[in-house]
């Protein structure tokens, strides 16, 4: 593959009926149309953007999509397409071979990533400050097998600008306001934006320091990112955590009311110790996107952390789909789910989910990812007996480890005589003690039962968490006797590093390429959850797992599953080191296409969990001893 700087892109400009506005020329070298995705029939590329939408640029700005498909058993030539075409408001430019582009990413810092790569141009045309202004790109993946179908992705909307901002305003906090150019906080630059009408800010932070980011009265969306950068270290995060109402973490919630934010460069550090999370307005709404900076939690507990006694009860950092690019993010939890675009980012000390539901997972190092250190361990919690001669008593709990509202219920002789509802609720959290959040109401709750006694062992995490040895959900009726029931207090942090969530929507153009993770302990790929998998490309990816608390783990004990319809799902020359691949036709609803394809991984094992259902491809699979070939 070759190795591209700029100057070897294929350059293109918008094409010459556009006038400025995004969509405004009048066809296409598209069979004379504009650009459409055809319905689904057979199988598609995979094909995601690799640089986020939504930027601004005077010259030129080089655009790529990482894409591949799966060739009659081969995706190693070109990645199985005849060519990728880019539209550029009708100028088509056709892509005939991927290539490794060297760049260099908000730092400075020399970086490559190989895909499928053009060049846009600005060529003095230009309304990019018109509500409709800007150019529209679509690209298109061709497949060499032609019994599958091309893809299109797009519109994605670039604005070619005279200049690159529309307001340069500077963050000082000790400084005087000068309006239109130097402001104290975040939140009063955020209101010049929002009043003036500018559409590509960029906002430096003059000093160092924790900054906060309040909220406008009135939300705004520009055209373009809001740009964030600093002159000097900052941290952007709360000074301490405020206990909400609504159940929801209200309080530790940043939400500017202001988007797309761009925050960019090693300068800036978003700090989750008392921030729960970065807010997005609405799913339509174009989204925030980190370049270059950090993301971690500087509590000293580092990624065991406790948020209310427990974890953070919302999967994602970062609200929305977010784009991470070249990010170095530690101690966080679910540190990329849900992303757009996370490329050549450096994620370090984790735990729960890293990339779950991503739609480009590109190039990322992850090292030392692992919930089974601090998380889900049985910690003791509370011991409770029952001494009344010649009765019975039992405890028995409803609802999931960690669920909002869950039932505990006191039962003698089979007769219910108490019951407590605790759960992961915020606003249980904020009320005064007897709420049945902690440990210590759980005690105080059953030490007010006739016969009964509880000794609180450890209040410090909530009592949503409570299990008895080996239960993970749901518990009981078990046994207390006046020898004693332990409660444990346990968290149900189970860490993939790619999950398909249960959610019953297919999960269709995926590219998880080119990532290296080492040290962990999860499932590297769990394509399982209800609605099956379409178009997922899983490529040059090395995973090295270790075991359950660093412990070296005995073979096959955690496995990368497929289950529930798959079409077309390719993983191939990929690196499975500890882990073996399970096709769980256990389940009925699993059937996987002609089109899948399951070949050259170094793998401990490819198996199937019940009969071999559908026809896909699956051979030289690197297996720790001789077995026969599977087909």
Request: hydrophobic share 40%; aromatic share 8%.
């Amino acid at each position: 593959m070759p190795l591209l700087v700029q100057a070897d892109l294929a350059a293109i400009s918008p094409g010459p009926l556009w006038q400025g506005i995004a969509g405004s020329w009048q066809r296409s070298d598209f069979a004379n149309q504009r650009p459409v995705d055809p319905e689904r029939r057979t199988a598609k590329p995979a094909v995601r953007l690799l640089v986020p939408p939504e930027q601004a640029f005077t010259d030129a700005l080089v655009v790529g999509v990482a894409a591949g498909a799966n060739n009659l058993g081969d995706c190693v030539d070109t990645f199985g397409l005849a060519a990728v075409e880019v539209c550029y408001e009708g100028n088509v430019a056709r892509i005939e071979r991927p290539g490794v582009l060297k760049y260099r990413d908000a730092n400075g810092a020399l970086r490559h990533a190989s895909g499928w790569w053009a060049k846009l141009t600005h060529d003095g045309r230009s309304m990019a400050d018109h509500p409709d202004g800007g150019a529209e790109v679509y690209f298109r993946a061709i497949p060499q097998d032609p019994s599958m179908q091309p893809r299109v992705i797009g519109p994605y909307r670039f604005y070619p600008r005279a200049t690159m901002h529309d307001a340069e305003l500077v963050v000082a906090p000790s400084r005087p306001t000068v309006p239109g150019k130097r402001y104290r906080t975040l939140r009063d630059a955020a209101e010049f934006i929002r009043s003036a009408g500018r559409n590509f800010p960029r906002i430096l932070i003059a000093e160092p320091g924790l900054h906060d980011w309040g909220s406008l009265s009135v939300s705004h969306e520009t055209l373009g990112y809001t740009v964030i950068e600093a002159s000097v270290p900052v941290v952007i995060g709360k000074a301490a955590r405020t206990i909400g109402q609504r159940g929801i973490d209200t309080g530790g919630t940043m939400r500017p009311r202001l988007g797309p934010l761009c925050f960019r460069g090693r300068n800036i550090t978003l700090d989750f110790r008392n921030m729960f999370h970065v807010f997005h307005e609405r799913p339509e709404n174009r989204e925030h996107w980190l370049d270059g900076c950090r993301m971690t939690n500087s509590a000293p507990a580092g990624r065991a952390a406790l948020w209310r006694m427990g974890s953070r009860s919302i999967a994602q950092m970062i609200r929305g789909k977010p784009y991470f690019t070249e990010v170095r993010a530690s101690n966080l939890l679910n540190a990329m789910y849900g992303c757009s675009l996370a490329r050549n980012c450096t994620l370090e000390k984790g735990a729960a989910d890293i990339f779950t539901e991503g739609l480009c997972i590109y190039g990322n190092s992850v090292v030392d990812w692992d919930s089974t250190l601090d998380w889900t361990v049985y910690r003791p919690a509370l011991e409770v007996r029952f001494d009344r001669p010649g009765m019975a008593a039992t405890l028995e709990c409803s609802g999931n480890n960690l669920a909002r509202s869950r039932r505990i219920i006191a039962r003698v002789d089979g007769r219910i005589v108490g019951e407590l509802i605790t759960g992961n609720d915020e606003a249980l959290h904020a009320k005064d003690s007897g709420s049945g959040y902690t440990f210590a109401d759980l005690a105080a709750w059953l030490n007010g039962l006739q016969g009964w006694s509880a000794q609180v062992l450890d209040n410090s995490r909530l009592a949503a968490s409570a299990q008895i040895a080996g239960s993970i959900g749901p518990w009981g009726p078990a046994a207390v006797t006046r020898d004693g029931l332990t409660i444990f207090s346990y968290f149900d942090l189970h860490s993939d590093f790619y999950q398909k969530n249960h959610t019953g929507i297919p999960l269709e153009n995926v590219v998880i390429m080119d990532n290296d993770a080492r040290g962990i302990v999860a499932q590297n790929l769990f394509l399982s959850g209800k609605g099956g998998c379409a178009d997922v490309l899983v490529m040059g990816n090395r995973f090295e797992n270790k075991g359950y608390g660093g412990q070296e783990q005995p073979r096959f004990r955690m496995s990368s599953q497929l289950s529930f319809g798959q079409s077309h799902v390719v993983i191939a020359h990929n690196a499975f080191l500890g882990q073996n691949i399970a096709i769980r036709t256990d389940n009925p609803a699993t059937v996987l296409d002609r089109y899948c394809l399951i070949a050259d991984n170094a793998v401990e094992a490819v198996t199937w969990k019940g009969a071999i259902r559908g026809e896909p491809q699956i051979r030289n699979n690197a297996l720790p001893s001789p077995k026969a070939e599977m087909r």
